[in-house]
């Protein structure tokens, strides 16, 4: 290409812009419309001028937020309103009370608001600092021409106009117009979804085409991988084609989780509740007393702002964060950085996975896995780039002599003398690349077929001139000897083939010229080919067999090069004339191999009931052929492409998702739409990814999960967790810790429910029916004072005592054996169901009428005619309701497994119920106590009567369990 023109540089106007798709401009038009210069890039002023006018080259992020209001927001809850609204009405009756003492009631329940919100926002803001943290790692740096000299900069300080250096390694910085390329290949998977990496031209388009077909642009956020390039930024930050796909989150709205959801209508449900409980009461006693008195008026608020806080569990809130903090503790023990709290619970909740291929199922490692040849074929074991793995003629390993070795020996010594990639190892033995990730496959080749494993190098017999040379140098040194590169023919899309020409030291300088590129296109170019190390000529009996077996790599949804090579003579010219009458060696197939967790991980997910589909943008035929070897779907399933899903509306693409489970070529807007129409048939969805493509998807999703090493900035913050690992299978862990925390939080509140429950009716029952048991006087039926059956001190004592202690104990409960064989929750599915409201009433009417009846065994008159007075009856019914709840516990732990089922498997929750029994036994037996709390102490026998009571709980709990599998046995 002849070089680029260079305009004067003049003053920016409001109309010097890049033209709106560059890739359809000339090169000489981009640079004039950007008023910059092809050989000198923009001056340091002009550079500043525009950075100030458009601002930094980076995405669009909200503002952090200001800590008060980070705080604040986790107020933002019903059930907290109801809290802070009892507080509110406690603190008012004890200030028209006279201010006696302390708001105890107001100050617990603030306490305990308070620790809730500063649990949620600790680990919000310890999460934001592993984002932040990984933002860090990532941190990209640009090559720039400015004044006419090169410096290295960070790349959010790039503007339009300026020149980027693009060479091997390089992140490109910017949206950019190539000006000039030699060999310039680009990883744009993290933008396209795409896993190969692509060829550019400097050639203008003759029509407009998507970002993965532009190949005279690069892009903000992908790679070089090969060669280098000289390019003019067109576009930055938000208006680069990684803003456009960043700015369609700004429309996507975020969902709250099933969990969020839930506790949002069981704060609504038990504020009505709790607010039609207290007026009943308070109402019942207006009708029945005559109040004579403030005192009496202030004596019946108490009752009710008490009742109100019966009702309500006020410790639920700061429990469920506790419970889910530890889940996000233990998640990321294993790798997982989990944003927000409930997600862990929609983790737990998750029906369907959709997985990116690239880089979340496969390991995006290119690998060569067969080699062909005309003596027969091989399998090439090991996957990745780490070095171990050997060739496997049959179910045999490769004979070191013979026909099939020197030929496969030559396929792979051609394939990495036609190349560029490195191989290296690092301190750590960790093996990497640099380069191109399909010329490094052949690298990682050449070192199983030496039998160089990690950590030495074997005794081999290398492919050298005289056929057997043996030594403990690795094969890039002995390559490296014997071959000295001359010259290069770089890779084109119209050749689809790359050469080099290189001396043979061996065979006194002889220049070989090696070939690798597409095995259709270098068929045409060979008339011979080698047998062993004889050549025979290429005849059309020899080019259809080959050509067979290029099918056969095809229809495996193979990536496949093949080599070939000859002999140029002294005077020969190294063009694109010299890539002819060719011979041909061999061809290999590549693929992008499936991470090694991750089919066992799909077996879980899928024994679990969790649907696992791909989503990519790669090629169908590769889509299903990975889908098939991890277990996604079955050999010959249907795929659905971007292109086709464009057709179809949304009925029938409710339809398409309901039957297909590998979608590919898909664009960002496919993603989206694949990821409602699932949410939209109930389904719950966690999406995985790691490239920008990915972002808008993952913020739809309910849970969006994207990679913490080779994800993008954009997709980090898109998620709702990363994963730090990149392991697929760690997703399944953590759908198994959601459901173990999904049911230790039905296990506490159905043990709250019920419990809060049974004071309640204990009150309203005790109001109501206070004549039958004994415990309204004369006095109080003529208009006296009113009796209760509790005080409100002691009714926040139980609250104390048995509510957080328990609950938080049963939110470690162990996970249970058949967590992941159950079926996932349905979206619309209750976390209290029917079935658990009905249980909770049972077991709340049954410790109220036990609390009630045990009150009027210590009173006189009543069912039972009792000699206690009425302190000693009211710290009998305490106890008991007390030691029900701590009995009710245990039956909480399962709706049908019996209490004695391991019942010692949470040593948490028998030292919470000890430490409750003593507080219990305090309260009665302290003076201090007695006075603060209206109680008086018991007698031995009068304690086995507590106990006694307290135990027809859990008789009637098993009773009702053993009953429930009756019915389900049959």
């Known amino acids: 290409m002849k070089p680029v023109s260079r305009p004067v540089q003049h003053d920016l106007t409001p109309d010097m812009s890049a033209p709106e798709d560059p890739s359809l401009c000339d090169v000489s038009e981009v640079v004039r419309r950007l008023a910059s210069d ?5 001056t340091a002023a002009l550079a500043a001028e525009r950075l100030r006018r458009d601002g930094a080259n980076a995405l669009r992020v909200m503002p952090p937020r200001a800590a008060w209001r980070r705080m604040l927001a986790q107020l933002a809850d019903p059930l907290v309103y109801l809290l802070l609204a009892a507080a509110g009405v406690a603190l008012v009756a004890w200030f028209v009370e006279g201010r006696q003492g302390w708001p105890t009631d107001a100050i617990v329940v603030a306490l305990v608001v308070v620790l809730n919100a500063l649990l949620g926002y600790l680990q919000e803001a310890k999460a934001a600092n592993a984002v932040a943290a990984l933002a860090r790692m990532t941190a990209v740096s640009s090559t720039v021409v400015r004044d006419g000299v090169p410096s290295r900069i960070a790349a959010a300080g790039l503007v339009c106009g300026d020149l980027l250096l693009l060479a091997e390694g390089d992140a490109v910085g910017a949206d950019a117009r190539l000006l000039r390329c030699a060999s310039l290949r680009v990883q744009e998977s993290s933008l396209t979804g795409e896993s190969e990496a692509v ?4 050639a203008t388009l003759a029509q407009a085409a ?21 390019a003019i930024v067109t576009a930055t930050g938000m208006a680069s084609e990684m803003g456009r796909i960043a700015s369609l989150l700004d429309a996507t709205e975020e969902a709250p989780t099933p969990l969020q959801r839930e506790i949002a209508y069981i704060g609504r449900a038990l504020g009505m509740a709790a607010v039609l409980i207290s007026a009943l009461v308070v109402a019942v006693i207006l009708l029945i007393s005559d109040l004579r008195s403030l005192a009496d008026v202030i004596h019946v608020l108490l009752l009710g702002v008490s009742l109100a806080v019966a009702a309500v569990p006020e410790g639920l809130p700061a429990i469920i964060s506790v419970v889910l903090a530890l889940g996000v503790l233990r998640m990321a023990r294993r790798h997982a950085i989990v944003k927000n709290l409930a997600s862990v619970e929609t983790l737990g909740s998750t029906s369907v996975i959709a997985a990116d291929k690239t880089g979340t199922l496969t390991r995006a490692q290119m690998t060569i896995v067969r080699v062909l040849t005309p003596s027969g074929a091989t399998t090439v074991s090991g996957v990745g780039y780490t070095p ?35 191989l290296q190892q690092a301190e750590d033995l960790h093996w990497a690349i640099q380069g191109d990730p399909t010329e490094a496959a052949f690298l990682v080749a050449e070192r199983k077929l030496a039998g160089v494993a990690a950590g030495g190098v074997k005794d081999v017999a290398e492919d050298t001139a005289d056929g057997t040379v043996t030594g403990r140098d690795s094969p890039e040194a002995l390559r490296q000897q014997r071959f000295s590169r001359i010259g290069e023919l770089p890779f084109t899309s119209d050749r689809k083939m790359m050469s080099t020409l290189n001396a043979d030291h061996a065979q006194g300088d002889a220049r070989v010229l090696v070939c690798k590129g597409a095995p259709d296109v270098l068929l045409l170019r060979c008339t011979r080919l080698r047998l062993g190390t004889t050549m025979v000529a290429l005849d059309e009996t020899w080019r259809q067999r080959l ?19 000859r002999t140029l003579a002294e005077d020969e010219a190294l063009n694109e004339a010299a890539e002819q009458r060719l011979v041909f060696l061999g061809m290999v197939g590549i693929i992008d191999p499936p991470r090694h967790e991750v089919a066992a991980a799909v077996r879980e997910a899928h024994g679990a009931g969790i649907r696992v589909i791909m989503i990519t943008g790669d090629h169908p035929r590769t889509a299903l052929r990975i889908a098939t070897d991890l277990g996604i779907v079955a050999a010959g399933s249907p795929v659905l492409t971007g292109v086709a899903m464009d057709a179809l509306d949304a009925q029938a693409l409710a339809v398409a998702v309901r039957h297909t489970s590998v979608f590919a070529r898909v664009a960002p807007r ?37 990679m913490g090493v080779t994800g993008t900035e954009v997709t980090r913050e898109a998620a709702r967790m990363i994963l730090a690992d990149d392991n697929f299978a760690t997703i399944v862990d953590a759908v198994r810790e959601g459901r173990g ?33 004994g415990l309204a006087s004369p006095d109080a039926v003529t208009g006296g004072v009113v009796v209760l059956p509790l005080l409100a001190a002691q009714i926040l004592w139980i609250n104390l005592v048995t509510d957080a202690g328990p609950a938080l104990a049963m939110g470690v409960d162990p996970i249970a054996g058949d967590v992941m064989a159950r079926r996932p929750r349905r979206r619309d599915e209750r976390v209290i169901d029917a079935r658990m409201w009905f249980g909770v009433v049972e077991i709340g009417v049954v410790m ?14 009543g069912l039972v005619e009792g000699t206690g007075d009425l302190v000693l009856a009211r710290t009998a019914c305490f106890t008991v309701l007390v030691f029900a709840q701590l009995f009710n516990c245990f039956n909480a732990r399962s709706e049908d497994v019996s209490a004695f089922a391991q019942p010692f498997s949470n040593r948490w929750l028998w030292a919470t119920v000890a430490a409750s029994v003593l507080l219990q036994m305090a309260v009665v037996h302290l003076p201090v106590l007695n006075v603060a709390f209206g109680t008086t102490p018991l007698s031995l026998g009068q304690w086995g009567v507590c106990v006694a009571m307290a135990s027809v709980v859990l008789g009637f709990s098993e009773l009702r369990k053993a009953v429930n599998r009756w019915r389900h046995a049959r």
């Open 38 to 42: 092809g050989e000198r890039g923009l």
């Open 210 to 230: 998507t970002p993965g077909d532009r190949l005279c642009m690069v892009f903000k956020g992908t790679a070089v991988v090969q060669g280098t390039g000289t």
């Open 547 to 565: 050509l067979a077996d290029l099918a056969t790599l095809s229809e495996a949804a193979l990536r496949t090069l093949a080599v070939a090579y």
């Open 388 to 422: 171990q793995g050997e060739f496997l003629a049959g179910e045999v390993p490769l004979p070191a002599t013979g026909n099939l070795r020197d030929e496969q020996a030559a396929v792979i010594g051609g394939g990495c003398l036609a190349g560029n990639a490195r």
């Open 848 to 861: 109220a009428l036990t609390s009630l009846l045990t009150l009027d065994i210590f009173l006189p008159g």
């Open 670 to 706: 496919n993603k989206l739409r694949i990821v409602a129409a699932l949410q939209a048939a109930g389904e719950v969805v966690a999406m995985t990814g790691d490239g920008v493509n990915d972002a808008p998807a993952l913020k739809a999703a309910d849970i969006g999960i994207a």
């Open 199 to 202: 060829q550019k031209d400097v």
């Open 741 to 773: 925390v999904l049911d230790n939080i039905r296990k506490f509140l159905r043990y709250l429910l019920s419990s809060n429950l049974g004071e309640v009716l204990t009150v309203f029952l005790g109001v109501v029916g206070a004549g039958v048991i």
